[in-house]
């Protein structure tokens, strides 16, 4: 796998080089691909073309999200690279079987649950404004970007959702501190925790189910079996940790953009018509999921590169997003870019569940602080993940504004 | 068919076994498309306006949307 004729791209998805400047890599990495070779972590086929992501993650019989465990025993070792101990349910499941998880899930985040949220997320929004909005001095991050997907994620699972500021702050801990550092562990088990201790919901539910995500869960059978306590904790997990710090990590990179861009902010705050469009531009440059792994099941050519059975597959869906084949000027942002066929949510089966509400998580969130503070000015100490692995983001995003007054009621609009 | 703008409406399929429900397509033209409570997109309305419908099957992820004939 490493002969002269195989692009070779050398660098540490992991390592703070790239996540400097995740678009300026990408676009460095995607002229060596569609598809390379990566000597780190083991060895692995990094592909960056848009074609090719989507033809590797439309065939799951040759492209597994499988993972064995334990982790290791097999090379099926699931969706992250380097892989993670645990499986991750249910996107490291392969259809057909995928297929009904998927089914069982995909009512309540569909268009129509979207709508029915679509004014508890205004509300939410206001309330987490309302909070900074007379003092002129805001973290755009924690006190709106991160709060308002977490408020709406709990009210989608069905906990209380003023537990969202919580969960909103320990899934942003958890994907900003690095795993080697003295507070990754007590961060980790502090997340842990606070996902736990919705198994009290769960056995609330299995008796009086309600509409939400974990009353699906609680009588969600596979195959004529009800699923395990263990799996309804391992969804509930994955819909935290992917469902919060991914969107407020959009919100985060487009307020940040808005800062550099004036006139695309004037551009916005002029004709708000123009938001839809520059949502799905901003997820195509700032695609939160940067990259997701698969392994070949069997020996197959793609991009001219020949992958062996059994190899890792790095997927890079932020590549994908500026592959000039696909899109001209990649780099540039263009607000009313179209056609825009990004890759930010995947192609395929796993296409991201929650990819409605994030959509209007974004919308509603960008719009209201466009409204309310559309004078804001980033203050100094704005901090970016130092590494991405597989979200890309920021730690923080203070920022000052013109004082307004309260437009929301005094207490949470639970 | 990705620049074209003809003249006329067309009939527009969204194929079911490509489908993945990113919803672009009921997003940007209600009028035309409607999701089902798993997402996946169906149309709504027999002949479409060919220039809505062009741009609706180019910026499907999935390229899902096909454009079956076209009627003057």
């Known amino acids: 796998m490493t002969s002269p004729d195989i692009p070779l791209v050398d660098f540490d998805h992991w390592g703070p080089e790239y996540a400097a400047d995740p678009v300026r890599n990408n676009l460095r990495y995607g002229a060596k691909c569609p598809v390379a070779f990566n000597p780190r972590h083991g060895g692995f086929w990094f592909v960056t073309g848009h074609d090719e992501v989507a033809r590797v993650t439309r065939d799951d019989a ?5 993972h064995d465990l334990p982790t290791g025993s097999t090379p099926f070792v699931g969706t992250q690279h380097p892989p993670l101990p645990f499986r991750v349910t249910p996107i490291e499941i392969d259809p057909p079987v995928h297929g009904k998880w998927r089914t069982g899930l995909g009512p309540d985040f569909s268009p129509a649950a979207v709508k029915k949220l679509r004014d508890k997320m205004l509300e939410y929004t206001t309330w987490c404004i309302d909070e900074k909005i007379e003092t002129g001095e805001i973290d755009l991050l924690a006190d709106v970007a991160s709060p308002v997907p977490a408020m709406i994620n709990m009210d989608v699972m069905g906990v209380p959702s003023e537990r969202g500021p919580e969960f909103a702050y320990l899934s942003h801990a958890i994907a900003y501190t690095n795993p080697e550092s003295a507070e990754f562990l007590p961060t980790y088990k502090a997340y842990t925790d606070a996902v736990a201790s919705l198994a009290a919901i769960v056995e609330e539910r299995k008796k009086h189910p309600r509409q939400d995500v974990i009353s699906t869960l609680a009588h969600l059978q596979i195959d004529g079996e009800p699923i395990t306590d263990g799996e309804i904790m391992e969804v509930l997990d994955l819909i935290i940790s992917a469902g919060i710090d991914t969107t407020a990590s959009a919100i985060a990179c487009s307020l940040k953009y808005l800062d550099d861009d004036r006139d695309a902010r004037q551009m916005l705050i002029e004709n708000p018509a123009l938001m839809p ?8 440059i700032f695609s939160p999921v940067q990259v997701l792994a698969r392994t070949a099941t069997r020996d197959v050519e793609l991009g001219g590169q020949q992958i062996s059975a059994g190899e890792r597959v790095l997927v890079s869906w932020a590549g994908a997003n500026v592959d000039e084949r696909t899109f001209p000027d990649p780099a540039s942002v263009i607000l009313d870019r179209f056609p825009n066929r990004h890759a930010a949510f995947g192609f395929g089966v796993h296409r991201c569940i929650g990819s409605h509400f994030a959509r209007a998580e974004m919308n509603t969130v960008i719009s209201e602080v466009l409204k309310r503070m559309p004078d804001y000015t980033l203050a100094s100490g704005v901090r970016k993940y130092t590494a991405i692995g597989v979200i890309q983001g920021y730690v923080n995003l203070p920022a000052t504004f013109t004082p307004g007054a309260r437009t929301g009621p005094a207490s949470f609009p639970a | 068919v990705t620049h074209a703008s003809p003249a006329g409406s067309v009939r527009l399929a969204v194929n079911g076994d490509l489908c993945r429900g990113h919803g672009r397509c009921y997003s ?5 498309f409607d999701a089902d409570d798993q997402s996946m997109s169906h149309v709504i309305s027999d002949t479409a306006p060919a220039t809505e419908a062009v741009q609706a099957a180019s910026n499907c992820p999935e ?7 076209v009627t003057p």
Request: net charge negative; glycine share 0%.
């Open chain 1, 62 to 66: 040759t492209f597994s999200s499988h």
């Open chain 2, 63 to 69: 390229r899902a949307i096909t454009i079956r004939e």
């Open chain 2, 28 to 32: 940007l033209f209600p009028d035309l």
């Open chain 1, 277 to 284: 469009s520059a949502v799905e531009e901003f997820l195509r």
